[in-house]
């Protein structure tokens, strides 16, 4: 079965860091582009970072730029979001997607929660 599924929320005080997962099962995240995006009841979906399928490139949203890592470990099959220093404005449900040939493929979310 082809999914992704995201891991890593939870609550943390501003300042705080998390780390995300998005592990992929059915397919390989190598030579895949992957992308974590957010969004809140009250804003559209965002893209928060994106790795290109070689891994040479990232690229991240102004927001996240500095505080922000987007990685991929082919070997665990698996992608990450480091977020350092994060800020009540970062909370929100967060997807990993990757862009395969055959579509798009997102996973349920995982929630984070910045706040004192």
């Known amino acids: 079965q082809v999914q992704l599924v995201e891991s890593g929320g939870g609550l943390v005080q501003p300042g705080g860091s998390l780390r995300l997962s998005c592990a992929a099962s059915?397919?390989?995240?190598?030579?895949?582009?992957m992308s974590w995006y957010r969004q809140t009841p009250e804003k559209e979906r965002d893209l928060v970072a994106h790795?290109?399928?070689?891994?040479?490139?990232?690229n991240y949203a102004d927001s996240v730029k500095g505080r922000f890592t987007i990685s991929r470990d082919s070997a665990r099959n698996t992608l990450y979001l480091i977020m350092n220093n994060l800020k009540p404005d970062d909370t929100a449900i967060y997807f990993c997607?990757?862009?395969?040939?055959?579509?798009?493929?997102r996973g349920p979310g995982t929630q984070v929660r910045v706040s004192s």
């Open positions: 790795i290109s399928p070689s891994g040479l490139s990232t």
């Open positions: 997607r990757a862009s395969t040939a055959q579509g798009y493929i």
């Open positions: 059915g397919f390989a995240l190598s030579n895949v582009g």
